[in-house]
């Protein structure tokens, strides 16, 4: 379903801050709660709005090491691969991409050797080749908009 004007500035606003109130983002907008209420319970039953989350300070939470790992995958092998990634709490986020390397992920740990050991345990062997892994120094820009 495609949105129009008041529907994209929802989301804006939703997007840099999930905690405000329909009456909220009714003043804001110039709107009614009803409206907004409304508009967001379309979005969220089209699936236009898939879910709400929080950002966490990783540190806080005892997340040392944070890493994208990019690898090559056989085709006969993905789904299988893909069904043991998604048992592995550490990976966060799986994509497929075109470059060199099939598939990119995002993998978080206590610490730099948690990370090493879960890729030697628990990614290699499900299939994964070529990998490279890409070590987080920095979040610089972290916008959770679209």
């Known amino acids: 379903m495609s949105q129009d004007d008041l529907d994209q500035k929802i989301l804006e606003i939703l997007q840099k801050n999930g905690k405000l109130t329909n009456e909220e983002i009714g003043k804001l907008l110039g709107r009614s709660p009803s409206t907004i ?8 039953e089209d699936r236009t709005i898939i879910g709400y989350s929080a950002v966490v300070d990783e540190a806080r939470v005892g ?29 966060t986020e799986v994509i497929h991409t075109t470059g060199e390397r099939r598939f990119m992920f995002r993998v978080m740990a206590e610490n730099d050797s948690e990370l090493l050991s879960l890729v ?12 490279e892994i890409m070590r987080v120094l920095d979040h610089v820009i972290r916008n959770p908009g679209i």
């Open 120 to 131: 030697d345990r628990k990614i290699r062997p499900l299939g994964f080749e070529n990998l």
């Open 37 to 44: 209420r409304d508009r967001i319970k379309r979005m969220e």
């Open 63 to 91: 997340i040392g090491a944070d890493a994208y790992i990019l690898a090559d995958l056989p085709p006969e092998k993905e789904m299988n691969a893909m069904s043991g990634l998604l048992d592995i709490e550490n990976v």
